[in-house]
């Protein structure tokens, strides 16, 4: 049933944006010269792998991201942005939201020990689920305006 002054659908749209506003703040605050320059992220990630409690976690991260700090900062820093932007904008939303639910299980494998850091992480998987079975690219969004995935 839909509510007086919100569609179902306009509610999950208002769920997509939220989310991708979530994922522009995650960019936003990023310190583009620590992670760019100084490797600063991706050295925070190494040393959190190579102590992590699961063998896939580390002999991962040295096989992908370890020989390659550089491109995987700006991967990561960059992924973020797309994924706010494209959210918000509602473009190539069903994209965007796999995306951001496989970075969201990236990120809540590799902090596994730090549960302060869960609760964000799982809420934003959850939405992104929701947002995808909701099919919230349906109601203002580039997505809806193009006629893509109807």
Do not use: C
């Not at 749209?13 to 936003?28: D, F, M, N």
């Not at 549960?115 to 939405?127: H, K, R, T, V, Y």
Request: hydrophobic residues 55%; aromatic residues 14%.
């Amino acid at each position: 049933m839909d509510t007086i002054w919100l569609t179902s659908a306009e509610w999950f749209a208002v769920l997509r944006v939220g989310l991708g506003l979530w994922w522009l703040e995650s960019w936003r605050h990023k310190d583009k010269n620590a992670w760019f320059e100084r490797g600063s992220g991706i050295a925070w990630a190494a040393d959190v792998a190579a102590k992590h409690r699961w063998t896939a976690v580390r002999s991962g991260f040295d096989v992908l991201v370890a020989p390659r700090p550089r491109t995987m900062a700006y991967v990561v820093v960059y992924a973020e942005l797309a994924l706010g932007l494209g959210l918000i904008a509602g473009f190539l939303t069903p994209v965007a939201l796999v995306g951001g639910l496989l970075l969201n299980v990236l990120y809540f494998t590799l902090m596994i020990h730090d549960w302060a850091e869960q609760g964000q992480n799982s809420m934003m998987a959850l939405i992104s689920a929701v947002g995808w079975f909701g099919m919230s690219w349906q109601t203002w969004s580039v997505d809806s305006a193009l006629g893509l995935f109807r």
